[in-house]
């Protein structure tokens, strides 16, 4: 057992740092979103990829996913309170991304 094992940063990276994870939990800050809208709102991941982001983010307990007794078949995704959690972590990343990286600045000190 590793001391990052007991890390609840390393544990909370582990989870959302894998690519595309945060831009679903981002995606779905709004509300339910179906598997075809997180596609189309991720450009360039790939279906099978956000299959497995989704599940293991479910699995988290992060993701809940709701299927509906419908014909055609209906399943929609959405942020579980846990979920919702981590939006705060979202904001700060886009607040950073305003402040340090906005028109493709580098690191640079703002005015």
Same mark, same amino acid.
């Given at each position: 057992m590793s001391a990052n094992?007991?890390?609840?940063?390393?544990?909370t990276a582990n989870i959302v740092c894998t690519k595309w994870t945060v831009l679903i939990i981002r995606d779905l800050e709004g509300g339910c979103a179906r598997f075809c809208e997180l596609e189309r709102s991720l450009e360039g991941i790939s279906p099978r990829t956000l299959s497995l982001r989704l599940r293991d983010l479910e699995k988290e307990g992060i993701v809940e996913r709701r299927q509906y007794?419908? =014909?055609? +078949?209906? %399943? #929609?995704?959405?942020?579980?309170?846990?979920?919702?959690? =981590?939006? +705060?972590? %979202? #904001?700060?990343?886009?607040c950073f991304g305003d402040r340090w990286l906005a028109d493709g600045a580098s690191a640079a000190v703002p005015a």
């Open positions: 094992d007991d890390c609840p940063v390393c544990r007794p419908e =014909l055609p +078949p209906r %399943v #929609e995704y959405a942020l579980t309170d846990k979920g919702r959690d =981590l939006l +705060p972590l %979202v #904001e700060e990343m886009r």
